[in-house]
Structure formats: C-alpha cells, structure tokens
C-alpha cells in the first residue's frame, strides 16, 4: 500500500503526489474516510486490465447473439 490522503489534498497537492506517483509510490485517494480511488505509476496494474479485458472478451464470445432487427443511424436519433 502506499500514502492515504484525502480527496481534498490530492486536489491541493497533486503535482507533488504526481512526483511521488512517478517515483513509484502507489498514493489511495479518500472521501469521507472510505478509499476511492488509487494512483499508480504506469505499468503497476497492467496485470489487472489484462486479466479485466480477457474476462470481458470470454463473456462477449459466450454471450448469445441478440437479432434486433434492422435500425438506421437515424433511428438512434429519432424524438419519440
């Protein structure tokens, strides 16, 4: 883990936790106490979006296809 700091120092320091980031510091953000959001240096979650995109990908191929008929790019912006 690295550095907790709030939503409101992050925004008031986010240059300096930038620095910290590309140091290779890993930085939570929280809100009200709770973590919400993480900065990582590039690279430190690839494993996690590879691993993301491939479950995605095996739930597509396995979804069924879904025939909706015929529909135009004017459909999409028809008033009804």
């Known amino acids: 883990m690295g550095a907790a700091v709030t939503a409101a120092d992050a925004n008031r320091n986010f240059s300096a936790l930038l620095g910290q980031v590309k140091g290779g ?17 590039v690279g430190a979650g690839s494993g996690v979006t590879s691993a ?4 995605l990908f095996d739930r597509l191929r396995a979804a ?4 909706l008929g015929g529909w135009t790019r004017d459909d999409l912006y028809e008033d009804s």
């Not at 069924?64 to 025939?67: A, E, G, L, R, S």
């Open 25 to 41: 510091r890993t930085v939570t953000i929280t809100s009200h106490g709770r973590a919400v959001a993480r900065m990582v240096p």
């Open 52 to 55: 993301a995109r491939t479950a």
């Open 64 to 67: 069924p296809v879904q025939d």
